[in-house]
């Protein structure tokens, strides 16, 4: 079930079952593990996304509506049932 805030959109599109590495679809965040216990955002962790940062990755987002603005040709919209409520 994908019934988790994604960390970085906040939509629905994060699973239990995920791991390290997967992409998901509506912002292009790469699961680095440990997202939701960071002490601070600002800092990159260094993993799958590089030197991506949750903050940077977050205002990235709004921006561009993927976490790069590279990936944004890439990404799909949420489905209406997984949007965040934000
Ligand atoms: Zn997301």
Same mark, same amino acid.
């Given at each position: 079930?994908? @019934?988790? /805030?994604?960390? =970085?959109? &906040?939509?629905?599109?994060f699973? @239990? !079952? *995920?791991e390290?590495? *997967? =992409?998901? /679809?509506?912002? $292009? ?6 997202? *939701?216990?960071r002490? *601070?955002?600002?800092? +990159? !962790? $260094?993993? /799958? ?5 949750? !903050? %940077? !990755? &977050? ?9 790069e603005?590279? $990936?944004?040709? %890439?990404? &799909?919209? +949420? ?8």
């Amino acid at each position: 079930m994908n @019934n988790h /805030p994604c960390p =970085i959109c &906040r939509n629905l599109t994060f699973n @239990n !079952a *995920d791991e390290i590495g *997967d =992409i998901y /679809p509506v912002c $292009f965040w790469e699961m680095e593990g440990g997202e *939701d216990e960071r002490e *601070d955002i600002n800092l +990159p !962790a $260094f993993g /799958p996304n590089g030197e991506l940062s949750i !903050a %940077q !990755a &977050r205002k990235n987002y709004v921006k561009y509506g993927a976490v790069e603005e590279r $990936f944004k040709s %890439q990404v &799909r919209l +949420p489905r209406e049932s997984k949007k965040a409520s934000l």
